[in-house]
């Protein structure tokens, strides 16, 4: 039987933890002003090329389908409000894709070249390298990346643009930035844990009792009778003696 409380600590560190790292874009919200134009060598991209953008804190990954389109996997909480293609087309803002990320709702979306990278250096097949996988024929990476165009479920940690990428790539969606995220999770909620753990056996340690109390008593006696001071002297000791 699952721990409501082990849950609602583990789904807090996940959104803390999602908020924390997903910053995709810089400073300004791409559908919030005009879109930083840069000279990109299309020309040198092939049909199926994985195209990679370093970001703040993640990169983010598409896919090349030719004649100036990128299919990548994006958090939109517009998905969740609205039918209407003409407005959840428009390049995704970082509130929609922030909001995205919290309600787990994305899609895997056509933009330009220019909208994807939004003036960043694009590192074309450096998954190749990085992960030392054989790549499939690139027609065939990016047929499957057409056969998943359209709404999907979001997860930093198990569905990612990296697990998308890397599916249409290799044939196995695999996410090592997510891994790493996740090792940072765990190590986190271990912390906490072993904290909770701590505070039980202090409040369980009679000894802690007769502590609080001399340590209410000094901070009487150094700062004089006043509620500030008498108010937590009576009540810290209280509190241990009863949760003991």
Same mark, same amino acid.
């Given at each position: ?76 909480? /517009?998905?969740? @409000? #609205? ?5 959840? *087309?428009?390049?995704?803002?970082? +509130?929609?894709? $922030? ?83 996740? /090792?940072?999770? @765990? #190590? ?5 844990? *072993?904290?909770?753990?701590?505070? +039980?056996?202090? $409040? ?41």
């Amino acid at each position: 039987m699952k721990n409501p409380m082990l849950e609602a600590v583990s789904l807090l560190l996940e959104k803390l933890l999602l908020i924390s790292n997903f910053k995709l874009f810089s400073s300004g919200a791409p559908g919030e002003e005009t879109a930083k134009k840069s000279l990109y060598e299309i020309s040198s991209f092939l049909r199926g090329d994985v195209l990679e953008v370093p970001r703040t804190h993640l990169t983010h990954y598409g896919i090349y389908l030719g004649d100036n389109r990128v299919a990548h996997l994006m958090p939109d909480i /517009l998905l969740a @409000l #609205t039918d209407d293609k003409e407005l959840t *087309q428009k390049v995704v803002s970082n +509130k929609r894709l $922030i909001l995205g990320v919290i309600g787990k709702v994305a899609s895997i979306r056509v933009d330009t070249v220019e909208d994807f990278a939004y003036g960043a250096d694009i590192l074309v097949n450096h998954l190749d390298k990085s992960l030392k996988k054989k790549a499939l024929l690139n027609e065939e990476v990016a047929r499957r990346a057409e056969k998943l165009l359209g709404i999907t479920s979001y997860s930093l940690l198990w569905n990612n643009c990296e697990h998308f990428v890397t599916y249409c790539r290799f044939g196995a969606p695999i996410s090592p930035q997510a891994d790493k995220a996740y /090792l940072c999770y @765990l #190590t986190s909620l271990n912390f906490i844990l *072993q904290f909770c753990e701590n505070v +039980k056996i202090i $409040i369980r340690d009679q000894r802690s009792v007769l502590a609080s109390a001399v340590l209410g008593l000094a901070s009487i006696v150094c700062l004089g009778l006043a509620s500030y001071t008498t108010l937590p002297a009576i009540f810290i000791p209280f509190c241990l003696w009863m949760a003991g």
